[in-house]
């Protein structure tokens, strides 16, 4: 009975942190703009370039934003994993929120896990949006492989967030972990290649690319075959070889983070 | 019956002794106040108590509870107002309230709470918007919202104007005549004089003294002054025959008497037999902020110096 009751107890507070994050998460309307709107916007704004629209040769007759579109994706889960989360987490270390939060029956770790779950599911929004405004707006075919597609936003967020996860076990202050943010955020889009597109980069860089997390590469094939073979490398790892090496920078970063964690 | 028990606590950070020995019982229904100059061992104390910090030995126990072992239960048992804690800044004082209830097996009203600490007004209003006073109740509230049996209460009124502190005074009493027991750590002798039952005084890491306000203050036993002007001439000699009286000095009719103990009642009652009225009498007396001083070795902080620092 005790028991029972501690669990209804529990699931009732779990789901109450949740909405309470998401409506802090709703509250910030910079994170909501940039995090969750802007990856469509920024597809929509490069498909009203007429050139983009044309398709090339040289992409193997596809238009630019068809190769460009899951970039675009990445830029919504890169900022909400090492930007938001670990800004927010280190502030809640630095004001004593979660300090706080020990001296209640509910442990600190309930409220990051609350946290994730309202990233994970901003991220998820984002992605819908820019699928969507992608195929009504621009006539890009939603993923052609869906449950692959499913699979590598997953996985690939998974490591993005493990990285941020680290970020936030090691700074001490949230302005610390802003700029950590930005820096991560910079190299992860210059090495995943969402600056320069994929096609033009140097095949050196390009192949790290498929190991920085999200996994571009992974996305796009999933999303359109065609897009996939424009942006692969001649020496190029195979899907679910590339999805193996998310899931293991995933594994070993939330490692890495729950080691280094400290609650204060 | 005890509430909570603290016997010969010892923590340490790496070579720094924060807490040395420390030993003291609080009864249920008290508000016993720690004071102690900053760096004492107050706040160690404090989070020792509410589990925080494990301590390096010694023992504690909360309503028959350790606060390691019994994590959880002494948690739905102990409120804590910490130092130096907030709330994210676009939380609503009712959205973190209806929350940190949901924590609690048997939570207090919320909404009743909100009555009590005057935020009704505030409940749409989010945490950054809020004064320092405002703050500061929403965190008391949320000491109490968990419906505890002790609460614990540190640097209650740091930050806060005058007014607001009397208010957060009244405040404590209030719910002390709930029935709750408090420990109020303070570095404020007007605070801990005005709501103490009893006080311990903390000073580098052990407890020099505990005792009620006014016993603090007569164990001090210090030297007291009365000054007084006489409305007729008199000669010294019927005051330098009290017992209490340890020295009397006369400057142009001006009366400086020092001495022990009762001085006040025995002075007045010579210069009534000998038929003089004492005029302009004034009485230096002996308050908190000079037991502590006797008892630390350093004056105590005022409120308008006011500076959050853990101690």
Known sequence: MTTLTTVGLRSRSRLKLVTVEAKLFLRDSATVLFGVLFPAGLLLGLGAVPALREPSPETGGLRAIDVWAPTALVFGMVMIAVQHVPAVIATYRERGILRRLSTTPAHPRSVLLAQMVVAFASVVVSAVLLIVAAWAVLDIAPPERPLEFVVAFVVGYAALLGIGMISAALVRTSSAANQVGTVLFVALMFFGGAFLPRVLMPDVLREVGELVPPGLQALTAAWSAEAGEVTATAGGQPFWLQIAIMAGVAVVTSAIAAKLFRWE | ?311
């Open chain 2, 1 to 311: 019956m005890t509430a909570l028990e603290v016997r010969h606590l010892h923590k340490r950070y790496g070579r720094h002794v924060a807490v040395d020995d420390v030993s003291f019982t609080v009864e249920e229904g008290e508000i016993f106040g720690i004071i102690g100059p900053n760096g004492a061992g107050k706040t160690t104390t404090v989070e020792s108590i509410a589990g925080l910090r494990a301590p390096d030995s010694g023992s504690i126990s909360v309503l028959g509870l350790d606060p390691i072992e019994d994590r959880a239960e002494v948690r739905e048992q102990l409120g804590v107002q910490l130092q130096e804690s907030s709330f994210p800044d676009a939380i609503q004082v009712a959205e973190v309230l209806d929350l940190y209830s949901s924590f609690y097996r048997d939570p207090a009203d919320w909404r009743e709470l909100l009555e009590l600490l005057g935020l009704a007004e505030k409940r749409r209003t989010q945490y950054k918007a809020l004064s320092g006073g405002q703050k500061q109740r929403l965190s008391v509230a949320l000491a109490l919202v968990g419906n505890p049996k002790v609460a614990i209460l540190d640097e209650l009124t740091t930050g806060l104007d005058p007014q607001a502190r009397r208010d957060t005074w009244s405040l404590v009493e209030r719910v002390r005549d709930t029935g709750v027991t408090i420990v109020l750590v303070t570095h404020f002798m007007d605070e801990a004089e005005r709501l103490s039952d009893r006080i311990a005084v903390i000073d580098g890491g052990r407890v020099a003294a505990v005792d009620t306000p006014a016993g603090l203050v007569a164990r001090t036993s210090a030297v007291q002054q009365l000054r007084f002007r006489v409305s007729r001439p008199l000669d010294e000699s019927v005051l330098t025959g009290l017992p209490e009286v340890s020295g009397v000095e006369v400057t142009e009719g001006r009366w400086l008497v020092t001495g022990r103990g009762q001085l006040l009642n025995s002075v007045v009652g010579a210069l009534a037999r000998a038929q003089v009225v004492a005029e302009d009498l004034r009485v230096d007396q002996r308050t908190l902020d000079d037991a502590f001083e006797a008892f630390t070795g350093r004056a105590p902080q005022s409120p308008g110096a006011s500076e959050r620092k853990a101690g």
